[in-house]
Structure formats: C-alpha cells, structure tokens
C-alpha cells in the first residue's frame, strides 16, 4: 500500500511539471507573436508616406518567407489602418489623362465650380416664325407635312395603286391632293375618336352613328388609300432590293422620303434653348422584319426603337433616329450625329441616360464646348475600382461621396437606392436640400442634402417623356402588317405635337391662353376636312321642293338582288329613289333619308 501511494504522487509531481512546461511554452509563442505583430504594426507605420504596394505585385511563392498565419495578420493590420485614416497615398485607378485618382471624398471637403463655355446658339433659341402672325392649326401642320411630301405620297400611292391595287372588277383610280388630305383628316379623328374596327366609323345603326367620317370621305376610297399607301417609289425599291446582303443595302429605304422631310423640317423651324436630353422611344409593332427589338425597361416592350433628342423645356422633338441595328457604331456616335455642333452652336447642355454615359465620351464632347451629364452603371466605370472611403452599407440617407478626375466628375448619392452620376457641368454639393417627404423611426424627417447634378438630371430627363406622353394621349397609331405604314402614323404624330408646341410659344409670345391639345387636333382635322373638300365652299345642292304628284318612290331596277346604289344621306345602299329628284334615298322603318332629304332641301 505505502509503495503505490509513493508512486502515485511521483507520478502526480510529474504531470505537474509537464503541465508547467507546456504553459511555459504557449506563453513564450503569444509574446513571440504579439512582438511580431507590434513590429509589423511600425513598420505599416513608419511606410505611411509611400505608395502602397499591390499585392498582385507580391509573390507568395517558395523562398518568399510568407505563411498562411503571417498574411492573415498582415492583411488584419491593413484592414484596421485604413479604417483609421492611413494609407492615403494608396495606389488607386488612374483616369484617361493618366492622373491618379483619390479616394472618395464627402461634403465638408470643398470642390471647384467647372468653368463653363459660353452658351452660343447659331440661332435664336425658340420657334423660327413670325411670332406676332397668325397661325392657324393646319399652317403649323403644314410645316412638318408639306405639300412637296405630300405629293411625293400621293405620286407614290398612285404608282403602287395601279400596279398591285387594280383588279379585274376594280379599277384604281388615282387620287389628289385633296384626297390626302381628307385622309389625314381622318387619321388625326381617329387618334381621339376611338373605335375598334376601322369599318365601325363607317356604320350606321343604334350604336356607331358618327356623320363626319362618312361627310368626309366614304369607308371604301379611305380604306383603298390606306392599302396602297407607299412612301417611296416602287423603282428606289426595285434597286435597292438588288443590294440586298451587301454594305449598300439601306434597310430605311420604304421610309426614307417622308423619314428625310420630317427630321429636316423639325430643325429647320425651332432652335432649342441650352438644355436638351436623348432617350429611347418605342414605337409599337407586331411587323415581322429585323428592326422590331425588345426593351425590357420600356413600357411598350417589342417594337421600333428611336433615339430622339428633346428640348426640355416644352418637349419639342428637335431630331430622331431610328435604329438600324447593330451596324459596329457606337452609341456615342449616334449622339453625336443627333447634336451636331455645327447645326447647333455651342454651350449646350445635354443630359443623358446611363447607356450613353462614358467619361470619354463626355470629354470628347468637351472639346466641341458641349456640357454633359448623365445616370452611369457602377460596374465598368472609371471609379468602380475605387474603394477607398466609399458608402457603406450603414451610410445614411442622403450621403455624399465624390470624386473628380480633371474635368470630370464622378458622385454617388444614396436615396432610397445608390445613384452614381457623371457630369461635366456641375459641383459636386450645394447648399440645397430636398422637399421629399421620408419617414423615419420618430416619424418626422429632416431635409436631405441633394446634389445639383442629381436634381437637374430628374428635371431635365422629362423633356422626352413630356413628348411621348403627348403623343400617346391621341395617338394615331394602329394596328398593320406593313411596317413603314406604322412609321406613317407615328411620323403624323411628331408633326401634331411639334405643330401643337409651336402653338403654345406662339400663345406664349402673345400673352394668350393656348387650348390644350385635343382641341388643337379638332381644329387641325376640321381645317384638314376644309382643305381636302370644296363642300365648305360650294353651296349645297338645292333639291325641288316636294309635291304630291311629283316626289315618288321608285324601285331602281325590276331585280331585287341587284343595282342598288348608295344613299344621298347615310351612304349605305339602297334600292330606292326619288323620281322626280332622280337621287337614291333610303326609306325603311330604320331609316328615314326620304322625308329627312326633302325636310332639309325646302329650309
């Protein structure tokens, strides 16, 4: 018993010692390593006023004396002196003109106001007319339809009329330029007069009931002009069909006549003040060629996509493209071919979405004395690479961070999601704050410090939704197989609305009220009825006055089943006349035009 108690405390006393030891040792590796960290930590220290080394630079091969352990505190070090404000003179991306770029900067830092070219317009900015003149509704149509396009339409609709609209129990018969514009009379009525059928606005009966189509011209001859309308001619067609599958084929070759006359006339009569916007416009299409596209972002999701530049102060459509597809061009070449310099002038400020914005393009416009500023998509940008002091995710709302590369700058601002601008006009804050309400955990908020930049790209990007909207309150756009007729529509479209935004500068130059646009487009198809019809003019025919003996209904022919002609009245046909007037007149229990004609002839 005494022996084995002896040898248990032996071995106790030496469980204790190796206790002891291996306390020792753990001890003397945590000062190890707390000394090496204190020395990593100096050294970081005393290299703060040098660039800083990228760690691709840095190999963590064999012979680098480098383990797993010492680069995770390497890179702890680091993480904790950025957040404390070293490492300024980090190694960050560079702009195009080969600058460093700092960090991101916040509000209390003070930035330089650009300086601004002088705004020079090669015209006076405003309608190019005779402000102090009379204007009439169809004058200011007639700027954008002239009568030259309309009868290079009429020379063409008449061509492909007889060539592919004559049958053997039809013949075409040509039309004039009355009858054009009778049929756009009818086209602008139908924009706010909405029935589902095109035949419906031709029917009588309980429900469609409307005489001015049928006073205007019949259901037959409008529905003939409209399938054979044909905006070029059938030779352009023929030779530019043999240059299909090479360079030379123009696939805007059907649309190219009115397409030229439209754009032309635009510029040619407004000259647009300093700010001006581009976007993407859809035009909706079910046509089966390659221009339709899709747009997931739009509204009208397939269809014909055009890149339009807008005046922003009234919405006035000052250019257009229509998208050819993708012919290798940039996109910032199509922006250049919308505001041309040389048309212009300079000073101009223009203002885009996030598809154009590049900071080289910015700069090139720079050198023609444009100004620029527009949304940009962080991923890809110059800035993106810039990490250092940038928005977290614990940033409050209404944060500011910056940067400026030479005349560039580059802001983020955070309202209910991040908003990354890049302008060539602004600073990056002001002194101004926003009305929006927001709401926080007291249930009262304080106003948010806004950018300029921010503010007038949210109020500058309405000037080509200001012109879509007004052309989509009555627009005259409809259904058809044939793609350059919906071009035909919508090009109707841009000269009412630009008609009817000269209108309101004219009203505006005279001090008047102008109407608002349903009442200019009711002015516009009377007066388009006018010049389309001698009716206006002409006196009516005068029928005899009616008389017992004389005034009697006949049958026109002996057969039932045929020769029935049209009523002088509601232009349906009918197997009875007049015999003394010789004029077919309906008389059934539905209608009435007998009595009606006579009551009306004898006032």
Same mark, same amino acid.
């Given at each position: 018993?005494?022996?084995?108690?002896?040898?248990?405390?032996?071995?106790?006393?030496?469980?204790?010692?190796?206790?002891?030891?291996?306390?020792?040792?753990?001890?003397?590796?945590?000062?190890? +390593?707390?000394?090496?960290?204190?020395?990593? $930590?100096?050294?970081?220290?005393?290299?703060?006023?040098?660039?800083?080394?990228?760690?691709?630079?840095?190999?963590?091969?064999?012979?680098?004396?480098?383990?797993?352990?010492?680069?995770?505190?390497?890179?702890?070090?680091?993480?904790?002196?950025?957040?404390?404000?070293?490492?300024?003179?980090?190694?960050?991306?560079?702009?195009?003109?080969?600058? =460093?770029?700092?960090?991101?900067?916040?509000?209390?830092?003070?930035?330089?106001?650009?300086?601004?070219?002088?705004?020079?317009?090669?015209?006076?900015? @405003?309608?190019?007319?005779?402000?102090?003149?009379?204007?009439?509704?169809?004058?200011?149509?007639?700027?954008?339809?002239?009568?030259?396009?309309?009868?290079?339409?009429?020379?063409?609709?008449?061509?492909?009329?007889?060539?592919?609209?004559?049958?053997?129990?039809?013949?075409?018969?040509?039309?004039?330029? =009355?009858?054009?514009?009778?049929?756009?009379?009818?086209?602008? *009525?139908?924009?706010?007069?909405?029935?589902?059928?095109?035949? +419906?606005?031709?029917?009588?009966?309980? &429900? *469609?009931?409307?005489?001015?189509?049928?006073?205007?011209?019949?259901?037959? $001859?409008?529905?003939?002009? &409209?399938?054979?309308?044909?905006?070029?001619?059938?030779?352009?067609?023929?030779?530019?069909?043999? =240059?299909?599958?090479?360079?030379?084929? +123009?696939?805007?070759?059907?649309?190219?006549?009115?397409?030229? !006359?439209?754009?032309?006339?635009?510029?040619?009569?407004?000259?647009?003040?300093?700010?001006?916007?581009? !976007?993407?416009?859809?035009?909706?299409?079910?046509?089966?060629?390659?221009?339709?596209?899709?747009?997931?972002?739009?509204?009208?999701?397939?269809?014909?996509?055009?890149?339009?530049?807008?005046?922003?102060?009234?919405?006035?459509?000052?250019?257009?493209?229509?998208?050819?597809?993708?012919?290798?061009?940039?996109?910032?070449?199509?922006?250049?071919?919308?505001?041309?310099?040389?048309?212009?002038? /300079?000073?101009? $400020?223009?203002?885009?979405?996030?598809?154009?914005?590049?900071?080289?393009?910015?700069?090139?416009?720079?050198?023609?004395?444009?100004?620029?500023?527009?949304?940009?998509?962080?991923?890809?940008?110059?800035?993106?690479?810039?990490? &250092?002091?940038?928005? !977290?995710?614990?940033?409050?709302?209404?944060?500011?961070?910056?940067?400026?590369?030479?005349?560039?700058?580059?802001?983020?601002?955070?309202?209910?999601?991040?908003?990354?601008?890049?302008?060539?006009?602004?600073?990056?804050?002001?002194? $101004?704050?926003?009305?929006?309400?927001?709401?926080?955990?007291?249930?009262?908020?304080?106003? =948010?410090?806004?950018?300029?930049?921010?503010?007038?790209?949210?109020?500058?990007?309405?000037?080509?939704?200001?012109?879509?909207?007004?052309?989509?309150?009555?627009?005259?756009?409809?259904?058809?197989?044939?793609?350059?007729?919906?071009?035909?529509?919508?090009?109707?479209?841009?000269?009412?609305?630009?008609?009817?935004?000269?209108?309101?500068?004219?009203?505006?130059?005279? @001090?008047?009220?102008?109407?608002?646009?349903?009442?200019?487009?009711?002015?516009?198809?009377?007066?388009?009825?006018?010049?389309?019809?001698?009716?206006?003019?002409?006196?009516?025919?005068?029928?005899?006055?009616?008389?017992?003996?004389?005034?009697?209904?006949?049958?026109?022919?002996?057969?039932?089943?045929? @020769?029935?002609?049209?009523?002088?009245?509601?232009?349906?046909?009918?197997?009875?006349?007049?015999?003394?007037?010789?004029?077919?007149?309906?008389? /059934?229990?539905?209608?009435?035009?007998?009595?009606?004609?006579?009551?009306?002839?004898?006032?």
């Amino acid at each position: 018993m005494l022996r084995r108690r002896a040898k248990s405390k032996l071995g106790c006393t030496k469980s204790d010692e190796a206790l002891s030891k291996s306390e020792q040792d753990s001890s003397d590796e945590n000062q190890s +390593d707390k000394e090496n960290k204190l020395q990593r $930590k100096k050294k970081f220290e005393c290299d703060e006023d040098s660039d800083y080394e990228p760690a691709e630079k840095k190999r963590r091969g064999r012979g680098s004396g480098l383990n797993s352990k010492s680069l995770q505190v390497n890179s702890k070090v680091k993480s904790k002196a950025r957040a404390k404000g070293k490492f300024k003179a980090e190694m960050l991306p560079s702009g195009e003109d080969g600058a =460093k770029m700092e960090g991101w900067r916040e509000v209390d830092e003070a930035d330089v106001a650009p300086c601004l070219p002088t705004f020079r317009p090669l015209r006076t900015p @405003g309608p190019q007319l005779i402000m102090m003149a009379p204007y009439t509704a169809l004058d200011l149509f007639q700027l954008f339809f002239t009568k030259s396009a309309l009868q290079t339409i009429v020379k063409n609709t008449n061509e492909n009329g007889r060539a592919h609209c004559s049958t053997k129990y039809h013949t075409w018969t040509d039309i004039t330029l =009355k009858d054009m514009y009778s049929f756009l009379s009818l086209v602008i *009525y139908m924009g706010f007069v909405k029935c589902c059928a095109l035949t +419906d606005y031709w029917r009588c009966g309980t &429900l *469609y009931d409307l005489p001015f189509p049928r006073k205007v011209m019949s259901g037959n $001859k409008w529905l003939g002009i &409209l399938q054979a309308l044909k905006l070029s001619s059938l030779e352009d067609d023929a030779k530019n069909e043999k =240059k299909k599958g090479t360079p030379e084929f +123009d696939c805007l070759a059907n649309i190219k006549p009115l397409y030229d !006359d439209i754009r032309e006339a635009c510029r040619h009569n407004y000259q647009p003040r300093q700010e001006m916007a581009v !976007d993407v416009r859809m035009v909706a299409s079910k046509a089966k060629v390659p221009l339709k596209k899709f747009m997931k972002n739009k509204s009208v999701h397939w269809g014909f996509k055009l890149f339009v530049l807008a005046d922003c102060s009234n919405g006035y459509t000052y250019d257009f493209l229509v998208y050819e597809g993708e012919s290798g061009k940039a996109l910032s070449d199509t922006v250049m071919s919308l505001i041309n310099p040389s048309i212009l002038g /300079s000073g101009y $400020k223009l203002y885009l979405d996030n598809i154009y914005t590049t900071p080289s393009f910015f700069r090139d416009l720079l050198k023609h004395k444009i100004l620029a500023c527009g949304t940009v998509r962080p991923h890809g940008a110059e800035f993106s690479k810039v990490k &250092l002091n940038v928005l !977290d995710q614990d940033s409050p709302r209404g944060s500011i961070r910056w940067l400026r590369s030479d005349s560039v700058l580059f802001l983020q601002w955070r309202d209910t999601k991040d908003i990354f601008l890049c302008s060539t006009i602004h600073p990056a804050h002001a002194n $101004k704050s926003t009305n929006k309400k927001t709401k926080n955990k007291g249930g009262r908020s304080p106003p =948010k410090a806004i950018p300029p930049s921010v503010k007038d790209h949210s109020r500058c990007m309405v000037g080509v939704s200001l012109s879509d909207s007004q052309i989509g309150y009555y627009q005259v756009l409809r259904k058809t197989r044939k793609w350059y007729t919906t071009f035909f529509y919508h090009f109707v479209d841009i000269a009412a609305v630009n008609a009817y935004f000269l209108y309101e500068e004219l009203c505006k130059a005279k @001090g008047e009220l102008a109407a608002q646009q349903k009442v200019f487009r009711e002015l516009l198809v009377e007066q388009l009825f006018e010049a389309g019809t001698e009716r206006a003019t002409a006196a009516p025919p005068q029928a005899p006055e009616p008389t017992e003996t004389h005034h009697r209904l006949v049958y026109l022919t002996s057969d039932w089943a045929d @020769g029935w002609q049209k009523c002088k009245v509601c232009k349906t046909k009918t197997p009875v006349k007049c015999s003394s007037c010789n004029i077919p007149l309906c008389f /059934s229990p539905q209608r009435d035009c007998y009595n009606d004609w006579h009551t009306e002839s004898n006032k």
